[in-house]
């Protein structure tokens, strides 16, 4: 998948984030029309994010500033406090997947590590980019830092991104002095995507704003222009008029208090005269009024462009709080861009960023981002879904959220009083779920007529259908054979086979598969296998294994997953023989010969299969061994063990069993399903409910 997206992550404040930031921003407007840019976390929502508005300002971004960011550290911190850090990376991957939408490209900016408090444990920033999918951009700050050491974080960090399962797109190293660059220039020549970037001076500088800004200063005196004039170093004057006009440096700010009217006017004429460096401005303290004589006199003068500014602090406080400020990049620091950007562009290779941003590929999905693939593929194409258990709270509970979601339509079988009592009691609100009772429902004679001329000729007596029709799972298997509903969901207190035997009787098969089988989607860290069939067959000929292969592609590519299909054995390739491996052989043979559209592979081992450094040995012409994603296992012994496996020892998450090959979708619940299994669930049927019949393999 092509990738759309970029995370600049830093780890520490005065990292020059915004520096290049700014340089990201200029090769991407350059090459692509409609560029998002997208802050997850803020200091305080409450408070104009400066990097926000400077990007949305300069570029002439069409966002609100809202779009532009997630929330704040206080509600990160608290989500993470009371253990809601999946909920969290939710709603961040809801708003940023708006801007996936709807924009060519996003490019994140993350939070400096150093803004969270000890509470969060772990490297957000790469959970978030993780779930985003983006490809991180690293930042390294190099002041008061050991080349060696520099050399070793780029290590530990490249390798951190890769046990993460994120990409890596480039590493920056900032404000390098003229020995650090020299030594990491040598040390770094064989890493890929390296970027150092020398110390400017100037970009260091406050400037006037910065100054008004952080300290809320008054200003007495000063041109528009004169906010971005820099200042290079700030004097606290202590000397008698002589002696202060002997160290006068240029760029100086100078703090002064209004009552020294000889130093004043000591500074005026220093301006005037040509033997006198240039101060950047003058800061009174103490909140006070200079004479009215000196006042006048200053009024009087012209071209006076020295910036003037007053605050309330005695001259220590002052001289403190200004050295506690940070140079900040503002859209009229014209000259501080043009110095960053020059910095940038001879720094580093713009034509293989352009190229990489290009080609980049990116298939990490989390189980964040696949459920969310879920639930917006559902409700783009709302379904209604029956769930027959109404007297199971979790059931209860999943429809609830399901609603409230928009994820799908809901029908609930049961008795309404009931119903509406127990959901009231559990906080929850189901009015908008539709509510049918089988005992009382006008459908059921309907449903008994039905279903007996479908079964009569097998002996079905009339009594017997309407003993069928006394079990929800019959009643809502109808509902879905006769278009009341779209799907079924069962399981949570029934037996697979109560789940399936009326499917199999009311709803049977398609026409080009001879059986139901089904497959388990496992969300691991970073990717998501297909695993089938673990829970229906348990020892397919090799036609029907075959036909679970064919399936099985078929369900993965419904759902956004280029299937590779690798069907496995205990041995690979000829290596083996006996008759599970011809079994294999056979089935694969068959299927290779049905279908051109899929790539399959068997028999194949599970390392050879997913494994590059495996595969590369034991297969290397295959093009599904190292990257299979659909994985066909033998008999229901070894897969229905292998996906528990997993699921155990991995803690991956385990989404089924979906059952395929039924002319309409009904799927099965473990009876230690939980409320997210059943949502998931529903979310499945649903988008199987809305899939357009494409049989054809050819």
């Known amino acids: 998948m092509k990738t759309k997206s970029l995370y600049i992550s830093s780890q520490e404040k005065n990292a020059g984030t915004l520096f290049i930031t700014m340089g990201m921003m200029e090769v991407l407007k350059t090459n692509i029309p409609r560029v998002a840019f997208f802050r997850p976390i803020v200091y305080d929502e409450s408070v104009m994010d400066g990097d926000i508005s400077f990007i949305k300002e300069r570029y ?3 966002m609100k500033y809202e779009e532009c960011f997630g929330y704040d550290i206080e509600f990160v911190e608290q989500m993470i406090s009371e253990n809601k850090t999946n909920e969290l990376i939710n709603l961040l991957i809801k708003k940023f997947k708006k801007l996936e ?36 951009l690293n930042i390294l700050s190099a002041k008061n ?57 100037e970009l260091t500088y406050l ?20 906010n971005s004039r820099v200042i290079k170093s700030v004097k606290v004057v202590a000397l008698s008029l002589d002696n202060f006009l002997g160290v006068i440096e240029d760029g100086e700010l100078v703090i002064v208090p209004p009552d020294r009217s000889e130093i004043i006017l000591g500074i005026l004429g220093a301006i005037y005269s040509k033997n006198y460096p240039n101060i950047a401005g003058i800061v009174f303290p103490f909140e006070l009024d200079m004479h009215p004589n000196i006042q006048k006199l200053i009024d009087g003068l012209n071209d006076i462009n020295t910036p003037i500014l007053s605050v309330t602090t005695d001259t220590y406080e002052t ?45 990490v999905m989390t189980p964040m981002m696949f459920e969310y693939k879920l639930f917006n593929i559902a409700s783009h194409n709302k379904k209604t879904i029956v769930l027959p258990e109404s007297d199971d709270d979790r059931i209860l509970r999943a429809a609830d959220i399901i609603l409230k979601r928009d994820v799908a339509n809901i029908i609930l079988l049961g008795n309404e009083d009931e119903i509406k009592d127990r959901y009231g009691k559990l906080g929850l609100n189901l009015e908008k779920a539709t509510v049918i009772d089988p005992n009382r429902s006008e459908l059921t004679d309907k449903f008994i007529d039905e279903f007996y001329e479908m079964r009569k000729a097998k002996g079905l007596l009339r009594e017997g259908a309407a003993d069928a029709m006394t079990h929800v799972n019959y009643f809502a298997t109808m509902m879905v054979h006769l278009g009341y509903a779209d799907g079924m969901v069962s399981g949570a207190k029934h037996s697979t086979g109560d789940t399936i035997r009326p499917a199999l009787q009311i709803i049977k098969t398609t026409p080009d598969v001879s059986l139901v089988s089904s497959v388990f989607f496992m969300c691991l860290k970073t990717k998501v296998l297909v695993y089938g069939d673990c829970a229906v067959n348990q020892d397919p000929t090799a036609k029907q294994l075959a036909e679970i292969a064919l399936s099985s592609a078929k369900t993965a590519e419904a ?54 450094d495996v595969a590369s040995k034991k297969l290397p012409d295959s093009t599904v061994a190292g990257h299979a994603n659909v994985l066909i296992f033998p008999d229901l012994n070894t897969g229905n063990n292998t996906y528990k496996a997993v699921q155990r020892s991995s803690g991956a998450i385990a989404i089924g069993p979906v059952l395929q090959g039924l002319n309409k979708p009904i799927n099965d619940l473990s009876r230690g399903c939980l409320v997210d299994d059943i949502v998931n669930t529903v979310a499945i049927t649903a988008i199987q409910a809305g899939q357009k019949d494409e049989t054809s393999c050819h």
């Open 101 to 136: 939408d709807e924009y060519d490209f996003v490019l994140c900016e993350g939070i400096r590590r150093s803004f969270l408090t000890n509470t969060i444990n772990f490297d957000i920033n790469i959970l978030i980019a993780q779930n985003f999918g983006s490809p991180v």
């Open 559 to 612: 759902f956004g997953i280029d299937p590779k299909v690798a069907l496995l054995s205990y041995s690979t390739g000829d290596s083996g023989s006996g008759a599970d491996v011809d079994k294999v052989k056979e089935a694969t043979k068959i299927v290779k010969d049905i279908c051109d559209k899929y790539e399959f592979e068997g028999p194949i081992q599970y390392d050879a299969a997913i494994n590059l």
């Open 60 to 62: 002439s971004l069409d």
């Open 207 to 226: 400037s006037i704003a910065d100054v008004i800004n952080g300290l809320d200063a008054d200003v007495v005196m000063m041109d528009e222009l004169d």
């Open 145 to 201: 830092k050991d080349a060696d050491d520099i050399y070793e974080y780029i290590l530990i960090e490249n390798e951190n991104l890769k046990r993460e399962g994120c990409t890596h797109f480039a590493t920056f190293v900032n404000r390098l002095d003229e020995k650090q660059l020299d030594l990491l220039s040598k040390k770094t020549k064989n890493i890929d995507d390296v970027y150092l970037l020398p110390e400017v001076e």
């Open 319 to 363: 001289a403190k709080n200004i050295s506690n400020l940070s140079s900040r990049l503002r859209v009229n620091s014209t000259r501080k861009i043009a110095l960053a950007l020059g910095m940038f562009n001879n720094n580093v290779d713009i034509k293989k960023i352009e190229e990489k941003i290009q080609n980049s590929q990116n298939d």
